[in-house]
C-alpha cells in the first residue's frame, strides 16, 4: 500500500454490523505461505475518515521492524470500522458525525444548529433531547421492554446538561446555578458526544464479535500456524477483545492481546464484579482464549477516560447518579488497567520496557510517562510493549 510505513500490509474492513468483502480471511492467510509467522492486526478508535485511520495505522507500526528479532517475519493488518474519533474535544465534527450515521443527517444538522445558537429556552433543551434520543435510536419502548439505556438519554434534558456542565467543571455545586439556562448548553456538548459513545460502543462490540472473531477463525483453519497479535486503541480496544468472543469454538489463533487506553469497563474480564459479585464482567475469562498475555496500557492523563467515560456508562436509573467520577463501578480499562482478576500483574512503561511482559495472564501497564493524552499512543515504547507481548523483540 503506497505511503505505508511497513510490508507487508493488509487491511480489513466491516460495515457497521461487522460484515466485510468475502475474501479478507484468505488474503490474511496466504501472508503465512509467503513466510510470515506473526500477524500484529491493529484496530483503531474513533476515527473520522477511513484514510485517517490508515495514516494512524501507518504512524503506529512505523518503530516495528526496528524492534523485531533477527529473523522474524511480521505482517501486519489494519482494522477499519466506521467510527469517529474520541478526541478530548467537546463535541465531535458534523462531518465525522454524518460520514459515520448518515442516515441521520438531517437530526446531526439540527443538533448542530441548536448548539452553535445555545438558546436560553426550556423548549430548545427538549427539542435536543429528542433529537438525541433519535440518533440514538432510544424511544420509549426500549427504555420499557429491551436492554437499559444510560440515564443521560432519557432524563429531564435540562437537569442532564446542567450535570454535565457541573462535572465538566469540577464543581457539581454550581450546576444549577450561575449563568442561566444557557450556560448548560456546554453540558449539552459532552451529551452529544457521550450519545455517540453508546452508539459506537455497541458498534465496537458488534464488528468485534461478529466480524473479526469469526474472520480470526477462518484464518485459523486455512493458516494453523499464524500467530495472531491483536492491538486495539479506545474503541477499538473493545473491538478486538470482544472479537475474543465470536472466536468458533476451538479457535486459539490470538497469541497476544495489547489494549491501548481501552475505552471498556476495567471489569470486563472479572469472574464476578466486586459491587455485584452475582454478575460477571462482560469478557469473564476469555483471557484464557488467547496463548499469551492480555495487556492493558493505561494512563491517569486520560481525561476522556478518567472524567468523561464514567459519565456514561453509568446505567442507573436515578440521574443524581452522573454526579462524580470517583465511584470504580464505572472506570475504564484504559484509565487503571485490568481490576477484579486474581493475579493480574501490575508493572510500571519503565519496568515493562526494561524486563518484558509476562508470557500469559493479564498484565496492567501504567503508561502515564509516555501516554499524555486520549490519542497519544503513536510512542515507540507502546509499540515495544506490543513486541514483548508478541514474543518478537530482540
Known amino acids: 500500500m503506497t505511503g505505508m510505513s511497513v510490508e507487508p500490509y493488509r487491511e480489513i474492513t466491516f460495515d457497521k454490523d461487522g460484515d466485510g468483502p468475502p475474501g479478507q480471511a484468505s488474503a490474511l492467510a496466504a501472508l503465512a505461505r509467503q513466510g510470515v509467522g506473526d500477524l500484529v492486526l491493529f484496530a483503531h478508535g474513533w476515527n473520522n475518515s477511513p484514510s485517517g485511520a490508515t495514516r494512524l495505522c501507518s504512524d503506529f507500526f512505523a518503530p516495528f521492524p526496528g524492534l523485531l528479532a533477527p529473523g522474524t517475519e511480521m505482517g501486519y493488518a489494519g482494522v477499519i470500522w466506521p467510527s469517529m474519533m474520541f478526541t478530548d474535544e467537546p463535541v465531535p465534527d458534523f462531518r465525522a458525525l454524518v460520514t459515520v450515521l448518515p442516515e441521520k443527517e438531517p437530526v446531526i444538522g439540527r443538533l448542530t444548529e441548536l448548539l452553535d445558537a445555545a438558546p436560553a429556552e426550556e423548549a430548545a433543551f427538549a427539542e435536543f433531547g429528542a433529537l438525541v434520543r433519535e440518533l440514538t435510536d432510544v424511544d420509549a419502548e426500549s427504555v420499557a421492554v429491551r436492554e437499559p439505556v444510560p440515564e443521560f438519554l432519557v432524563g429531564d434534558p435540562v437537569q442532564v446538561c446542567a450535570l454535565f ?206 501516554v499524555l493524552s486520549h490519542s497519544d499512543i503513536c510512542r515507540p515504547e507502546l509499540a515495544e510493549v506490543v513486541v514483548s507481548a508478541s514474543r518478537t523483540g530482540r
Open 165 to 370: 456542565t457541573g462535572a465538566l467543571e469540577d464543581s457539581h455545586e454550581e450546576a444549577f446555578f450561575g449563568e442561566g439556562l444557557k450556560k448548560y448548553w456546554k453540558g449539552a456538548k459532552e451529551v452529544l458526544r457521550q450519545a455517540t459513545y453508546y452508539v459506537m460502543k455497541k458498534r465496537a462490540g458488534q464488528v468485534g464479535e461478529h466480524g473479526l472473531g469469526p474472520l480470526l477463525g477462518e484464518v485459523a483453519r486455512s493458516a494453523p500456524g499464524l500467530r495472531v497479535h491483536l492491538v486495539g486503541h479506545s474503541m477499538g480496544a473493545r473491538l478486538v477483545a470482544y472479537a475474543l468472543r465470536g472466536l468458533p469454538a476451538g479457535a486459539r489463533p490470538v497469541a497476544s492481546v495489547t489494549l491501548l487506553q481501552g475505552a471498556f469497563s476495567h471489569y470486563a474480564f472479572a469472574a464476578r464484579l466486586p459491587h455485584d459479585p452475582g454478575r460477571p464482567g462482560s469478557l469473564r475469562d476469555l483471557q484464557n482464549r488467547v496463548r499469551g498475555p492480555v495487556v492493558a496500557c493505561y494512563s491517569r492523563h486520560d481525561r476522556a477516560l478518567g472524567v468523561v467515560y464514567p459519565l456514561a456508562s453509568r446505567l442507573a436509573n436515578d440521574s443524581e447518579s452522573l454526579l462524580g467520577t470517583d465511584d470504580p463501578r464505572w472506570g475504564a480499562i484504559g484509565h487503571d488497567g485490568v481490576q477484579a482478576v486474581p493475579g493480574t500483574v501490575g508493572l510500571s512503561i519503565a519496568e515493562a520496557l526494561r524486563a518484558g511482559v509476562p508470557g500469559a495472564g493479564c498484565v496492567s501497564v501504567d503508561a502515564a510517562e509516555v
